[in-house]
């Protein structure tokens, strides 16, 4: 059974940085294919960036253009998500998730696609 623990979100100023981590355990986190989703007040839970097992990543070029990054940490079993400028729009709660099967990069975005999902951490922008 894979479980997954978010940590890292907190209260930050616009401008500011932080740097999401989700802990991975069950399965190497080279086998899977990790993404980050968020989910704002009143929202649907959207996809933010995934990381296939491969090691290609996909981003949602729209609400991160290129502030977001996701990385891997094998040894640590580790998946994080540096998130640089942040804005008032990026409030949200954020989820790590995992899918056991190769999923092809148009498919990355769906929630569904997904069999393993942490707790999420908030993030929260403002002054």
């Known amino acids: 059974q894979v479980q997954l623990v978010e940590s890292g979100g907190g209260l930050v100023h616009p401008g500011g940085s932080l740097r999401l981590s989700c802990a991975v355990s069950?399965?190497?986190?080279?086998?899977?294919?990790m993404a980050w989703f968020r989910q704002a007040p009143g929202k649907e839970r959207e996809f933010v960036t995934a990381?296939?097992?491969?090691?290609?990543?996909?981003y949602d070029v729209a609400s991160v253009k290129g502030r977001f990054t996701v990385s891997r940490d094998r040894g640590k079993n580790m998946v994080y998500l540096q998130m640089n400028s942040l804005n008032a729009e990026d409030t949200a709660i954020y989820y790590c998730?995992?899918?056991?099967?190769?999923?092809?990069?148009?498919?990355?975005?769906?929630?569904?696609?997904?069999?393993?999902w942490g707790q999420g951490t908030q993030v929260t922008v403002g002054s």
């Open positions: 069950g399965r190497t986190v080279s086998t899977l294919t």
């Open positions: 990381m296939k097992s491969s090691g290609g990543t996909s």
């Open positions: 998730a995992a899918g056991r099967g190769s999923l092809i990069t148009s498919s990355l975005r769906l929630p569904s696609n997904y069999d393993y």
